[in-house]
């Protein structure tokens, strides 16, 4: 399977690192690739998706900041074969904190305590709150 990553920071090196480790080989570029991943920026988000829809490539986003442009890309790919995924994060802890969130969410109203949730993460991350945290 060719993947071609949009973005060069942490998550995209990290999953381009990756790679060699699977069946998965880099595509140098859109008209090789069987899917895409996006981590970049949140303002290019829709441009990039709207893209990989012409070019029939699937997209994987893990890009967080860009939930404004949300109902236009679920509008893009409402119809077709071609697929976008929003993963806003891809940590197996943040799936767990999810789940957990999920459970306490049903036994809260019998509690007298007031949600919440402090986000904090390494000093070079650009979109603050995070996605995750939204």
Not at 57 to 76: A, E, F, N
Request: charged letters at 20%; hydrophobic letters at 40%.
């Amino acid at each position: 399977m060719q993947i071609y990553i949009f973005g060069r920071g942490k998550m995209a090196t990290m999953v381009e690192k990756q790679l060699p480790l699977s069946s998965c080989k880099k595509a140098v570029s859109l008209d090789e690739a069987d899917v895409a991943i996006h981590f970049s920026t949140g303002n290019s988000v829709a441009k990039n998706a709207a893209i990989c829809k012409e070019k029939g490539v699937s997209i994987l986003i893990g890009t967080t900041g860009w939930t404004q442009d949300l109902p236009q890309v679920k509008t893009l790919f409402s119809t077709g074969k071609i697929a976008a995924l929003y993963a806003p994060n891809c940590s197996m802890g943040m799936l767990a904190f999810f789940h957990l969130v999920e459970k306490l969410a049903l036994i809260n109203h019998t509690l007298d305590h007031e949600p919440s949730l402090l986000d904090i993460h390494h000093k070079e991350k650009k979109d603050a709150p995070s996605g995750s945290s939204q």
